[in-house]
Structure formats: C-alpha cells, structure tokens
Nanobody, 120 residues
Framework: QVQLVESGGGLVQAGGSLRLSCAAS????????MGWYHQAPGKQRELVAA???????NYADSVKGRFTISRGNAKNTVYLQMDSLKPEDTAVYYC??????????????WGQGTQVTVSS
C-alpha cells in the first residue's frame, strides 16, 4: 500500500504564509503526479495545484501568483508554499498522488487532510 502524510496546516492571519508538505511512502514504483486539493465546508473538493513527474505545474485561477507547488529532491515529497493568504483560502487541504505500484497498477491516493484557517 501507499501512504501520504501531510503536515504544515494551521491558523494564520490574512496576508500571511503557510507551507504544506506531503510525503509518499510504501509500494511506489513511479509517481506520475502529485497535487493539492482543498475542500471548504459545504463545498466540493477542488484542485489547488498539481505537478507532474517532469515538473509541469497547474494552478487554480484563484491561487495563481500566490501559491507555489514544488517537489522535493527525492521526488516522493510535494510542497505547497502559500503566500498572501486570504480568508477564502480556509479549507481542509488534501495531498493527492497518482502512483504506479509494484504488482498493483496505477491508483490515485489521498492524504488524511490538514486544516488551513485564515483569519481576517
């Protein structure tokens, strides 16, 4: 199996910054892409940012210019640097990974979620 462990959420004032981290471990052959989604109360889970194995990135329009997604040197870790945070960024943030595992094929995995709260 594969595990995604997230860290870095918390409470911050509007205009502040937070950095989320997510590490993948377990039965991993290759990682095709990793990303972050968020889900606010009463709303659907939405893509925030994603990065492919070759470094191509994709961002939601609402976070362009404020958030930066990157991968660690070991390629099994993904970071989300969140700057100029707004109250509307408040949500649970979930790490997501598209992974090929030995003997199991390709699956999408999710982390447990980390709360980000931005106060006005």
């Amino acid at each position: 199996q594969v595990q995604l462990v997230e860290s870095g959420g918390g409470l911050v004032q509007a205009g502040g910054s937070l950095r989320l981290s997510c590490a993948a471990s377990g039965n991993i052959f290759t990682i095709n892409a990793m990303g972050w989604y968020h889900q606010a109360p009463g709303k659907q889970r939405e893509l925030v940012a994603a990065i492919t194995s070759n470094g191509r990135t994709n961002y939601a329009d609402s976070v362009k210019g404020r958030f930066t997604i990157s991968r660690g040197n070991a390629k099994n870790t993904v970071y989300l640097q969140m700057d100029s945070l707004k109250p509307e960024d408040t949500a649970v943030y979930y790490c997501n990974a598209d992974i090929n595992s030995y003997g199991l094929g390709r699956y999408t995995y999710w982390g447990q979620g980390t709360q980000v709260t931005v106060s006005s």
